[in-house]
């Protein structure tokens, strides 16, 4: 956590100031032990001005910048959100509202719905029973209706690649009220697994609820990645899980659009996971990146050819790594120098958009994930599929 505490009024209002405040509550929400009191000292010292929350009890807890309890009635609120029965949180700042006090607080509410509800990070058996393709039709109805779900709505499984609670930091980013709907997260194998049912928007058909691919990648950030399976009816929820493990293995930590991978998106290069991680190794392009990768700069330059690709723009690729165009450009030249590619081009540029997902699948080959059937998990191409 250290290192996250930042000191918001030395900064402007910019994107990575926002990303430093989600990055705090991300922390915090991964961390292994953490209560309401924690909270208010860790925000208050983030926000640098008191910071408070009424329990659902109706106990009222207030902590100041400097990490020291505070009794009595609250000082000037600034701003405040509701966490319906669970009570509210606020920030108590003199005078006009900070920057960023929207953001903190949107944050502490999570934070602190996720410490008010623990049931909602519930019994993994009633997960593993959603989850496994051998439980009856019946077993698999009660499950989803004890975790608050429509068996026959559509549903999707995620699964979160996180250092610390990664089912805690599920809820957090999933658990956020929009789109509206129900999540349940637990841990399976040393992963966090999530089940979201979304609501569709009104007048769309039911099956068009949003994938939760989208606002993740709005908060994403460090090391963690996730694998997000397709919308499938929820009795069937056995495989969006296995689309979700699979997604896992084209995630790369990092920039969120590629930490976060959407089966729905990958399309056609899912198929890539059928091959052995021994045959994608053999692959000359992808030999060629293992020679990138092996030079000095190497991962910098893989870094930027990835950029590159999703976005086609060398400017894009800049502003997505926070570097100027003309350092993409220079390291761009070194990859081609090694591959022969000239990624002008579209057909060279989708030759190295596929070797990547090719090398990144074979370097992941040998992360063991866990399945409710069958112990540790054999995605396609890794052995017999569960």
Partial sequence: MKGL????????????????????????????RIDPAALLRSTAALAECPAGMELADGRVLRAGPDGTALTGRPGAVSGTAELGAAGRVWL??????????????????????TLAQPPRAVDPALVEVVLSGRETVADRTRALRLLGFV????????????????????LALLDRGRPPGTVRAARI??????????????????????????????????????????????????????????????????????AVADHDE?????????????RLRALPDVRLLAAVAARDGGAAGLDALSAF????????????????HSSVASRLERVEAVTGWRLREPGDRFRARL????????????????????????????????
């Fill in 5 to 32: 505490l930042l000191r918001l009024s030395s900064l402007d209002a910019d994107a990575t100031a926002a990303v430093r405040v989600i990055a705090h509550f991300q922390a915090l929400l991964a961390a292994d």
């Fill in 92 to 113: 108590e700042r003199p005078g006009a509202a900070g920057p960023f006090d929207d953001l903190v607080l949107e944050w502490l509410a999570v934070a602190a719905r």
């Fill in 151 to 170: 068996p026959q709505a559509p549903l999707r499984a995620v699964v979160v690649a996180a250092p610390g609670e990664p089912e805690s930091l599920a």
């Fill in 189 to 258: 194998g040393g992963h966090g697994v999530a089940l979201v049912q979304r609501t569709a928007a009104p007048g769309a058909p039911a099956g068009d609820a949003p994938s939760p691919a989208g606002e993740l990648r709005q908060v994403l950030r460090g090391a963690v990645r996730v694998g997000v399976g397709g919308g499938v009816e929820a009795l069937r929820a056995a495989e969006s899980w296995q689309q979700a493990v699979l997604a896992l293995r084209f995630a790369v930590p990092g920039v969120p659009a590629e």
């Fill in 266 to 278: 990958l399309g056609t290069v899912a198929v890539l996971a059928d091959l052995p991680a021994d």
């Fill in 309 to 324: 690709c999703r976005t086609g723009s060398l400017r894009q690729a800049a502003a997505e790594l926070h570097l100027h």
């Fill in 355 to 386: 070797a990547l997902y090719a090398w990144r699948l074979a370097r992941g080959a040998d992360e063991p994930l866990t399945t409710p059937d069958a112990g540790p998990l054999t995605t396609p191409g890794r052995g017999a599929a569960p």
